[in-house]
């Protein structure tokens, strides 16, 4: 890490928004928003919708890191549409400072510190607070580009040898 960099809050770079399930006669096949619950709805990159919901309390935009906060703490997917999000889930979206890419990155870097946060006796969750206070290195838009750039390319090799 440079010098010039600065460390941050996630909650001083990033909005978050903590999902918050709608009533349960809100859910069905194609009506409304898509909404995603959890962990289980996560693809690769990307969630998969299976359920719908016409009456959304919590909504993530396009392109937000969805971050699952319980059972299990810390898999991420990338919001691909406006959607619906559910209380195992919250939304982060980068305000001027960040690049959304290199967010995603910094969270999958910061999974295992969040996780050990984690608290409950059934299922570990972790708060908006345990987002917020999460410190990441924040260097100037041109360094998280290369970051992001040389990280993409590295999970394509990944990808390859897999």
């Known amino acids: 890490?440079?010098?010039?960099?600065?460390?941050?809050?996630?909650?001083?770079?990033?909005?978050?928004?903590?999902?918050?399930?709608?009533?349960?006669?809100?859910?069905?096949?194609?009506?409304?928003?898509?909404f995603f619950?959890?962990?289980?709805?996560?693809?690769?990159?990307?969630?998969?919708?299976?359920?719908?919901?016409?009456?959304?309390?919590?909504?993530?935009?396009?392109?937000?890191?969805?971050?699952?906060?319980?059972?299990?703490?810390?898999?991420?997917?990338?919001?691909?549409?406006?959607?619906?999000?559910?209380?195992g889930l919250a939304a982060i979206r980068n305000l001027d400072t960040t690049i959304g890419a290199y967010i995603y990155h910094a969270l999958i870097a910061n999974k295992e510190k969040l996780i050990a946060q984690g608290t409950g006796s059934t299922f570990k969750s972790i708060g908006r607070e345990a987002l917020k206070e999460l410190y990441i290195p924040v260097p100037?838009?041109?360094?998280?580009?290369k970051i992001v750039a040389e990280l993409d390319c590295l999970s394509g090799v990944i990808e390859k040898k897999k």
């Open 1 to 34: 890490m440079k010098k010039e960099w600065k460390i941050k809050r996630l909650g001083e770079v990033c909005s978050i928004t903590m999902g918050q399930s709608p009533s349960s006669d809100t859910y069905n096949d194609s009506d409304g928003l898509p």
């Open 37 to 87: 619950q959890g962990n289980a709805d996560f693809g690769k990159i990307h969630p998969k919708v299976r359920v719908f919901c016409n009456a959304p309390i919590r909504i993530a935009e396009e392109n937000d890191i969805l971050i699952s906060v319980r059972a299990p703490i810390g898999a991420i997917n990338i919001a691909d549409c406006r959607c619906c999000i559910g209380r």
């Open 140 to 145: 100037p838009l041109s360094e998280q580009e």
